[in-house]
């Protein structure tokens, strides 16, 4: 931790630093991370300002907004705090994280700060490697997240990359630094906690010094990227002028190249969404680019057309057709509107984008298709069938996309779900019984952190 707190005094004096804000949410790295600046604040007439977001969602967080206040005031660090008064419905963390790094550039902004401290650590940055390895990523996406990574117009600084949890623990308990515990980091309800309890034990156990190994392949991916990052603008200039390829001259480049330029022409047209964007996707645009047909076309989510014409391939946005569908629910379902459907995991929200089922009330295996013109479901806490076109006008569905919303029914096809909308009367609450559990969320890119 020695080297942690030299190179942040070296680092801020050589840039000449003013002021910083610091995400704190009063957990033992992010206090650990706080008192260090406040040495430094004396040190170098620093100024920092401590930046607390309360989630809302634990009885604990009104509690540690006092606690961080109050640590502040005793150290003479600027606090400022904000409350998440509610979320989307589709992805709580994705939701929690916007909304967190929103308000952390609004407080930047408000002082004129340089800098954005967070405090992950060596465990964080291997949990995200691993997760992204089982979930599939990029190169980039593997090699987790920079030390420090220049941000608009600002700097993010995560100092303790190289450091562990028990070395953050041991710095707090021969410093006396307060903290406060996060009863949600121990529910295995979560993938990262899955990890951080029962995968990163075994790792350490194997080579206590595992940690390093991660960063060293860590920066080493990032190298890479940024390699071939630098030769792939190169090739952007001729190849893919505004965004559309130019076949002739793509055949002429190596796999690699071709796999990035499609990346590129995708994250271009799907920006924040591209996380509904997969490898098979891919896999079939460069299928069409290298095929002997003069003319094709492929359908992407949220009514994205690849089109392949003669000597050039671009993408367009499609008009909504009407196209039939129906397929078993996989343990991972992607839809052609960018959302997925996932069976397994449970969570403390009971919203229209949860369902819990008892599989003995109901048909085996499930599927999800569209809508049919008589389709009715018995809503749960109502008498009576409702029709769901109905439940899609109530809930402002546009007209062209009603169509094409995703139904979940059993294998008798009895409607048991709209998804983000309404659940039947087979939905089971918390405290009744379930063995089946479906989640609707919008894919929206890697937000771990």
């Not at 600002?154 to 996060?182: A, M, S």
């Not at 009407?322 to 996989?330: H, I, M, R, S, Y």
């Not at 409702?386 to 294998?411: C, E, F, G, H, W």
Request: charged share 30%; net charge positive; aromatic share 10%.
């Amino acid at each position: 931790m020695e080297d942690v707190y030299l190179f942040l005094k070296k680092y801020l004096k050589k840039n000449q630093i003013k002021t910083v804000v610091s995400a704190t949410s009063g957990g033992p790295d992010s206090m650990a991370l706080l008192y260090m600046l406040s040495k430094l604040q004396k040190e170098l007439s620093l100024h920092v300002i401590c930046a607390h977001v309360n989630h809302n969602i634990r009885k604990e967080s009104n509690e540690e907004v006092l606690f961080v206040e109050k640590f502040c005031m005793q150290n003479h660090i600027t606090f400022e705090y904000m409350k998440i008064k509610e979320y989307k419905n589709d992805n709580f963390h994705n939701d929690a994280r916007e909304k967190r790094y929103a308000y952390f550039e609004k407080i930047i902004k408000k002082y004129h700060a340089e800098i954005l401290l967070t405090a992950h650590h060596a465990d964080d940055l291997m949990e995200t490697i691993l997760m992204r390895i089982v979930r599939g990523s990029t190169l980039k996406g593997y090699s987790g997240f920079n030390k420090i990574l220049d941000y608009k117009d600002y700097q993010i600084i995560r100092p303790f990359i190289e450091v562990t949890k028990d070395e953050i623990l041991t710095y707090n308990k021969e410093h006396q630094i307060p903290f406060v515990i996060d009863s949600s980091n121990f529910k295995d309800v979560y993938t990262r906690n899955r990890f951080r309890k029962y995968i990163l034990p075994l790792l350490k156990k194997e080579d206590p010094s595992v940690h390093q190994k991660f960063y060293k392949m860590s920066q080493t991916l990032l190298e890479y990227h940024l390699y071939i990052d630098h030769v792939l603008k190169e090739k952007i200039k001729n190849i893919c002028p505004f965004s559309k390829i130019n076949i002739d001259l793509y055949k002429k480049e190596d796999l690699l190249i071709q796999k990035e330029l499609i990346r590129y022409i995708l994250e271009q047209k799907y920006q924040e969404n591209i996380g509904c964007i997969t490898d098979k996707h891919t896999h079939l645009i460069r299928e069409i680019i290298l095929s002997s047909k003069a003319n094709a076309s492929i359908s992407l989510p949220n009514q994205i057309r690849g089109i392949k014409a003669y000597h050039t391939f671009f993408l367009e946005e499609s008009e909504l057709v009407k196209k039939d569908f129906k397929q078993v629910l996989e343990d991972r379902t992607l839809l052609a509107n960018g959302y997925c459907i996932e069976i397994g995991k449970d969570t403390f929200l009971n919203n229209n984008f949860i369902c819990r089922l008892n599989m003995d009330e109901i048909t085996m295996p499930l599927y999800v298709r569209n809508r049919k013109t008589a389709d009715k479901m018995v809503v749960k806490g109502m008498q009576g069938h409702q029709k769901i076109s109905q439940i899609l006008i109530d809930n402002k569905i546009d007209k062209m996309k009603r169509d094409l919303y995703p139904i979940v029914t059993d294998a008798k096809d009895c409607i048991l779900w709209v998804p983000g909308l309404k659940k039947s009367q087979f939905d089971k609450s918390k405290g009744e019984k379930y063995d089946i559990i479906l989640t609707y969320y919008q894919l929206k890119g890697e937000n771990d952190e």
